[in-house]
Protein backbone atom coordinates (compact mmCIF):
# COMPACT_ATOMS: atom_id res chain seq x y z
CA UNK A 1 0.00 0.00 0.00
CA UNK A 2 1.38 3.16 -0.77
CA UNK A 3 1.70 5.83 2.11
CA UNK A 4 0.59 9.21 1.86
CA UNK A 5 3.43 11.89 1.91
CA UNK A 6 3.91 14.30 4.30
CA UNK A 7 1.86 17.44 2.22
CA UNK A 8 -0.79 14.50 1.92
CA UNK A 9 -1.38 13.63 4.94
CA UNK A 10 -1.74 17.35 6.31
CA UNK A 11 -4.29 17.77 3.53
CA UNK A 12 -6.07 14.91 4.61
CA UNK A 13 -5.75 15.15 8.19
CA UNK A 14 -7.29 19.19 8.05
CA UNK A 15 -10.14 17.37 5.80
CA UNK A 16 -11.04 14.83 8.37
CA UNK A 17 -11.75 17.98 10.49
CA UNK A 18 -14.14 19.87 8.00
CA UNK A 19 -17.70 19.36 7.11
CA UNK A 20 -17.74 17.07 4.88
CA UNK A 21 -14.39 16.17 4.81
CA UNK A 22 -13.36 19.19 2.65
CA UNK A 23 -9.82 19.24 1.70
CA UNK A 24 -9.87 22.74 0.68
CA UNK A 25 -8.25 25.21 0.99
CA UNK A 26 -4.99 23.47 0.95
CA UNK A 27 -1.82 24.15 3.10
CA UNK A 28 -0.23 27.55 3.21
CA UNK A 29 2.44 27.56 0.70
CA UNK A 30 0.81 24.85 -1.60
CA UNK A 31 0.01 26.68 -4.62
CA UNK A 32 0.23 26.36 -8.65
CA UNK A 33 1.54 23.72 -10.39
CA UNK A 34 2.87 22.17 -7.25
CA UNK A 35 -1.03 22.16 -6.04
CA UNK A 36 -2.04 20.73 -9.18
CA UNK A 37 0.66 18.00 -8.92
CA UNK A 38 -0.32 16.96 -5.42
CA UNK A 39 -3.71 16.55 -5.47
CA UNK A 40 -3.48 14.76 -9.56
CA UNK A 41 -1.75 12.09 -7.65
CA UNK A 42 -4.03 12.07 -4.82
CA UNK A 43 -7.04 11.86 -6.96
CA UNK A 44 -5.51 8.88 -8.79
CA UNK A 45 -4.91 7.55 -5.54
CA UNK A 46 -8.66 7.57 -4.82
CA UNK A 47 -7.46 9.72 -1.73
CA UNK A 48 -9.15 12.73 -2.87
CA UNK A 49 -12.56 13.27 -5.18
CA UNK A 50 -13.33 16.66 -7.26
CA UNK A 51 -17.06 17.58 -6.61
CA UNK A 52 -19.39 20.30 -7.52
CA UNK A 53 -19.32 22.70 -5.10
CA UNK A 54 -21.94 24.05 -3.06
CA UNK A 55 -21.95 27.90 -3.75
CA UNK A 56 -25.03 28.78 -0.96
CA UNK A 57 -22.88 26.99 1.39
CA UNK A 58 -19.85 28.62 0.27
CA UNK A 59 -17.88 26.16 -0.04
CA UNK A 60 -14.00 26.83 -0.64
CA UNK A 61 -13.51 26.56 -4.59
CA UNK A 62 -10.56 24.22 -5.80
CA UNK A 63 -10.98 25.19 -9.28
CA UNK A 64 -13.35 27.51 -11.38
CA UNK A 65 -15.37 25.04 -14.48
CA UNK A 66 -16.19 28.34 -16.30
CA UNK A 67 -19.96 27.85 -16.29
CA UNK A 68 -20.79 30.17 -13.17
CA UNK A 69 -19.90 26.74 -11.65
CA UNK A 70 -16.75 25.29 -9.49
CA UNK A 71 -15.62 22.24 -8.11
CA UNK A 72 -14.18 21.52 -4.40
CA UNK A 73 -12.04 18.57 -3.18
CA UNK A 74 -13.15 16.00 -0.73
CA UNK A 75 -10.96 13.51 1.24
CA UNK A 76 -12.77 9.88 0.41
CA UNK A 77 -12.44 7.13 2.81
CA UNK A 78 -9.62 5.69 0.62
CA UNK A 79 -8.01 8.89 1.75
CA UNK A 80 -8.93 8.59 5.16
CA UNK A 81 -7.61 5.35 5.72
CA UNK A 82 -4.47 6.00 3.96
CA UNK A 83 -3.90 7.96 7.41
CA UNK A 84 -4.97 5.69 9.93
CA UNK A 85 -8.59 7.94 10.55
CA UNK A 86 -11.99 5.60 10.39
CA UNK A 87 -14.08 7.59 8.24
CA UNK A 88 -17.68 6.98 10.77
CA UNK A 89 -15.04 8.93 13.76
CA UNK A 90 -13.67 11.94 11.09
CA UNK A 91 -17.33 12.27 10.19
CA UNK A 92 -18.25 12.90 13.89
CA UNK A 93 -15.44 14.65 14.82
CA UNK A 94 -15.71 17.08 12.02
CA UNK A 95 -19.74 17.64 12.26
CA UNK A 96 -19.35 18.08 16.00
CA UNK A 97 -16.46 20.91 15.80
CA UNK A 98 -18.41 22.80 13.09
CA UNK A 99 -21.17 23.49 15.62
CA UNK A 100 -19.04 24.78 18.29
CA UNK A 101 -15.16 25.14 17.95
CA UNK A 102 -13.01 23.83 20.46
CA UNK A 103 -11.06 25.83 22.79
CA UNK A 104 -8.13 24.64 20.79
CA UNK A 105 -9.13 26.56 17.63
CA UNK A 106 -6.43 29.22 16.12
CA UNK A 107 -7.27 32.70 15.78
CA UNK A 108 -6.35 33.84 12.22
CA UNK A 109 -5.47 37.85 11.93
CA UNK A 110 -8.82 38.86 10.96
CA UNK A 111 -9.80 37.78 14.16
CA UNK A 112 -11.92 34.47 12.34
CA UNK A 113 -11.35 30.91 14.14
CA UNK A 114 -9.86 27.79 11.93
CA UNK A 115 -9.71 24.13 13.69
CA UNK A 116 -6.50 22.58 14.37
CA UNK A 117 -6.49 19.54 12.53
CA UNK A 118 -7.05 16.25 14.61
CA UNK A 119 -6.05 12.74 13.14
CA UNK A 120 -7.75 9.93 15.15
CA UNK A 121 -5.83 6.55 14.49
CA UNK A 122 -8.00 3.37 13.84
CA UNK A 123 -8.01 0.71 15.99
CA UNK A 124 -7.27 3.03 18.97
CA UNK A 125 -9.42 2.62 22.23
CA UNK A 126 -10.30 6.27 21.85
CA UNK A 127 -11.67 5.81 18.32
CA UNK A 128 -13.15 2.37 19.72
CA UNK A 129 -14.86 4.76 22.73
CA UNK A 130 -16.20 7.23 19.80
CA UNK A 131 -17.55 4.03 17.77
CA UNK A 132 -19.74 3.35 20.91
CA UNK A 133 -21.05 6.62 21.46
CA UNK A 134 -22.22 7.14 18.09
CA UNK A 135 -24.58 3.75 18.24
CA UNK A 136 -28.14 4.45 18.71
CA UNK A 137 -27.99 2.69 21.75
CA UNK A 138 -24.81 4.50 23.18
CA UNK A 139 -22.64 3.70 25.53
CA UNK A 140 -22.61 3.03 29.64
CA UNK A 141 -19.43 3.54 31.38
CA UNK A 142 -19.22 0.07 32.60
CA UNK A 143 -19.44 -1.06 28.30
CA UNK A 144 -16.63 0.86 27.68
CA UNK A 145 -14.33 -0.33 30.45
CA UNK A 146 -14.99 -3.87 28.80
CA UNK A 147 -14.31 -2.72 25.16
CA UNK A 148 -10.60 -0.44 26.44
CA UNK A 149 -9.63 -2.38 29.64
CA UNK A 150 -9.52 0.58 30.83
CA UNK A 151 -10.59 1.88 34.43
CA UNK A 152 -14.10 3.68 34.82
CA UNK A 153 -12.85 6.43 36.48
CA UNK A 154 -10.16 6.08 33.09
CA UNK A 155 -13.04 6.26 30.46
CA UNK A 156 -14.59 9.01 32.29
CA UNK A 157 -11.58 11.14 32.10
CA UNK A 158 -11.58 10.27 28.78
CA UNK A 159 -14.90 11.27 28.23
CA UNK A 160 -14.67 14.91 29.82
CA UNK A 161 -11.04 15.39 28.55
CA UNK A 162 -10.26 14.26 25.40
CA UNK A 163 -13.59 13.99 23.64
CA UNK A 164 -15.55 17.22 25.07
CA UNK A 165 -12.46 19.35 25.46
CA UNK A 166 -10.13 18.70 23.18
CA UNK A 167 -11.83 17.03 20.45
CA UNK A 168 -15.42 19.47 20.89
CA UNK A 169 -17.33 16.29 20.77
CA UNK A 170 -20.86 17.30 21.99
CA UNK A 171 -21.00 13.85 24.55
CA UNK A 172 -24.70 13.99 25.69
CA UNK A 173 -25.08 11.97 29.07
CA UNK A 174 -28.96 10.41 30.07
CA UNK A 175 -30.10 8.07 32.84
CA UNK A 176 -31.90 5.28 31.44
CA UNK A 177 -33.72 2.69 33.49
CA UNK A 178 -31.97 -0.74 33.79
CA UNK A 179 -28.92 0.22 32.36
CA UNK A 180 -27.40 3.30 34.72
CA UNK A 181 -26.01 6.66 32.56
CA UNK A 182 -25.46 6.27 29.19
CA UNK A 183 -23.44 8.46 27.01
CA UNK A 184 -24.24 9.08 23.20
CA UNK A 185 -22.96 11.61 20.56
CA UNK A 186 -25.58 13.18 19.06
Same mark, same amino acid.
Request: net charge positive; proline share 7%.
Given at each position: ? =?????????????????????????????????????????I?????????????????????????????L???????D? =??????V??A????? /?? /??????? %?????????????I %???? /?Q??? =???????? +??????????????????R??I???? /?????L??A????? +?????????
Open positions: M =ITPSDTQSLILSRAATRPGNLAVPLPEGLAGAAAKMVVRKMVRGWLEEVEANLTRREPLWRETGDGHGTTIATEAGLA =IGIEPLASVASAR /KA /KPSPQAE %RTPDGTATLKPVA %RAGT /KARI =IAMLQRPE +GATVAEMVEATSWQAHTVGSSGAL /KKKLGPVAEKVE +GRGTVYRLP
